[in-house]
């Protein structure tokens, strides 16, 4: 199940927060998404709630509100780093080019239409960051969980197997079948002894792969086909999910 969406929503004239709110609402029902919704009428009171440590994945911001305005805020906040998506919402189309200066996802004119927000919320879920996925490993007498993206490779060490991570290294007794079937997608076996992670690759060679840390792991003959092949798809799935 796709993770929910999260959204804070600025508008200072209730009549037009309610209708975003709304349509929102219908959104989320048509798609069969999962909506966290919050209101505020105006960018202090977000700025307010905010510091009580809550982020939120999208960003809907009257540009023209009292006090300080929706491009305002969005300023502060990428100046503070946060990375949410932002779409403006402005009645005035000449106010666009400012956007570029904070990475706006979007701008909606008023008055908002149902169509052209539900297209901005699609746009916006895709491009929610993937949820981490954990390994869990039995590692001596208790089990480590690592992140699948911190683990560069595994290699057989004796009769068992030692997975190499971001300034890491555990040992876990098991066979190259059991490492390779708990470390799942993204994982390929390109020697009899090794196990890499194909996201940590960063050039493939005859003999060898180079990963993202300067280490280097052997590749097979044999499997240099069949890896070659998911290195070059992982790359072209890469490129044209980069917005």
């Not at 400012?98 to 052209?116: F, T």
């Not at 390779?180 to 390109?190: I, Y």
Request: overall charge neutral; proline content about 3%; glycine content about 8%.
């Amino acid at each position: 199940m796709c993770r929910g969406l999260s959204i804070a929503i600025c508008e200072d004239v209730p009549s037009e927060r309610e209708l975003l709110l709304s349509l929102a609402r219908d959104w989320a029902r048509g798609a069969g998404a999962r909506v966290f919704l919050e209101a505020f009428a105006s960018a202090e009171a977000f700025v307010f709630h905010r510091a009580g440590g809550e982020e939120f994945d999208l960003l809907l911001l009257d540009i023209g509100m009292r006090g300080m305005s929706g491009m305002e805020l969005a300023r502060e906040l990428r100046a503070q780093g946060c990375g949410a998506q932002i779409v403006f919402i402005t009645g005035y189309a000449d106010c666009m080019a400012e956007g570029y200066d904070v990475g706006a996802l979007h701008y909606l004119l008023k008055p908002v239409s149902r169509e052209k927000l539900f297209s901005v919320l699609d746009r916006a879920r895709t491009h929610l960051p993937k949820p981490r996925r954990a390994v869990l490993l039995p590692c001596g007498d208790g089990v480590a969980r690592l992140f699948a993206e911190e683990i560069l490779y595994a290699e057989v060490f004796s009769h068992s197997m030692v997975f190499h991570a971001d300034g890491a290294r555990f040992e876990a007794r098991m066979t190259v079948a059991q490492a390779q079937a708990a470390l799942g997608e993204g994982f390929m076996r390109c020697h009899r002894s090794y196990i890499v992670n194909l996201c940590r690759v960063r050039q493939i060679r005859k003999t060898d792969l180079l990963l993202d840390d300067g280490r280097t792991v052997p590749l097979a003959r044999r499997a240099w086909p069949e890896v070659n092949r998911a290195f070059l798809a992982l790359c072209r799935e890469e490129i044209h999910e980069d917005p």
